[in-house]
């Protein structure tokens, strides 16, 4: 009888290992099996109102087991709330979607969050309890057409090469480009025995230049403000690597999220700028290929056509660039 107890005991202990997580109770680090977790997801619009009657598709996260995963789906309530609630060991993600808004994503670290806390779990329950997780989830308000395009292409080493935004191109005699709105150029160097690539864009005009693009709200498929500020563009930005020999790590680089620009400035007497075209870049302009003559870029950027019309929200079916690749095809907006 003892024996059998001991065997039992030993397969509910073996449970436990397969089936948990650590958590912290009393000071101690102990086996806390899948915890219940609370959150209420709040779906705001980008004035902070509550968006109502939204569908949310919530799924609740182990570290284990797929099947254990918990996916709960629902409407958001007058307030813009959807109450999830079940067991988990790792964490929250979510989908909000309602026509006439673009599709949002979120995720809340449950595990990750719980042990910042000196309890982590109290009475099974995931702490803190019942949190609430803001989500803006925008308006589509006035997509419009625009010059937007992914580039994945080659310049050389040590030379300054010009990119035309209209023609989607390096200028000649790299490309068909006419007007170099920025120009690139790629360092590369070898130093006790690691290797460092670099590149410097500066753009034409002395007021042309990038700003920070910051995301808010999660993750929305339309990323940027509605329109791009008017002033605080930088002439210039730089971007670092070193590379080991099995790995690169980053020791400068401009907002990952992305970033504003505005090009082909000009100016009254007063050097107030007159007329300019804006865009904006997701993402950042990347470079690889650091052992070739020539270094890869890749970029995705959007260039509105009018002038003085800082409007950034783009319709994917209406692209400006006609014949794309499908490397270069633009689904964002």
């Known amino acids: 009888m003892k024996k059998r107890l001991q065997i039992t005991a030993a397969w509910i202990l073996l449970a436990m290992v397969v089936h ?7 000071g101690k680090r102990v086996w806390a099996g899948y915890a219940t977790a609370k959150a209420t997801i ?17 799924r609740l996260f182990n570290s284990k087991y797929k099947d254990m995963e918990i996916n709960l789906s629902g409407k958001t309530d007058s307030n813009g709330c959807f109450v999830v609630e079940g067991k988990t060991t790792l964490y929250l993600t979510w989908t909000i979607n309602k026509p006439g808004f673009y599709s949002t994503r979120g995720r809340y670290e449950i595990s990750e969050t719980a042990r910042k806390l000196t309890n982590e779990v ?6 803190p309890w019942n949190p609430t ?11 419009i057409p625009m010059y937007a395009k992914k580039i994945r292409s080659s310049i050389p080493v040590g030379i300054e090469v010009g990119f035309d935004f209209e023609k989607g191109d ?34 034409t005009n002395a007021l ?25 563009y930088l002439n210039s930005f730089s971007y670092f690597y070193q590379r080991g020999s099995e790995r690169y790590s980053e020791k ?24 300019a075209y804006f865009g904006k870049f997701y993402g950042h302009v990347e470079i690889g290929g650091f052992h070739m003559e020539e270094v890869r870029v890749e970029m995705l950027y959007y260039l509105n056509p009018t002038s003085n019309d800082r409007n950034l929200e783009f319709d994917p079916r209406k692209n400006l660039f006609t014949n794309l690749g499908e490397f270069e095809q633009v689904y964002e907006p």
């Open 122 to 127: 109290i009475d099974g329950k995931w702490q």
């Open 170 to 203: 390096w200028v000649s005699p790299r490309g068909r480009g006419q007007n170099a709105d920025i120009t690139l150029c790629v360092k590369r160097s070898l130093t006790n025995n690691i290797g460092e690539v670099s590149y410097t864009a500066r753009f």
């Open 42 to 58: 709040r779906a705001v619009d980008s004035d902070d109102l509550p968006v109502a009657d939204a569908n949310v598709d919530a």
């Open 133 to 143: 997780l803001t989500t803006v989830v925008k308006q589509i308000r006035n997509p």
């Open 208 to 232: 042309d230049g990038v700003r920070t693009l910051d995301y808010k709200g999660g993750e929305s498929d339309f990323k940027s403000d509605y329109r791009a500020q008017n002033n605080g």
């Open 252 to 275: 400068y680089m401009p907002n990952a999220n992305g970033m504003y620009f505005r090009v082909r400035s000009s100016t009254n007497t007063f050097g107030e700028v007159t007329n």
């Open 20 to 26: 948990a997580e650590y958590v912290t109770l009393g």
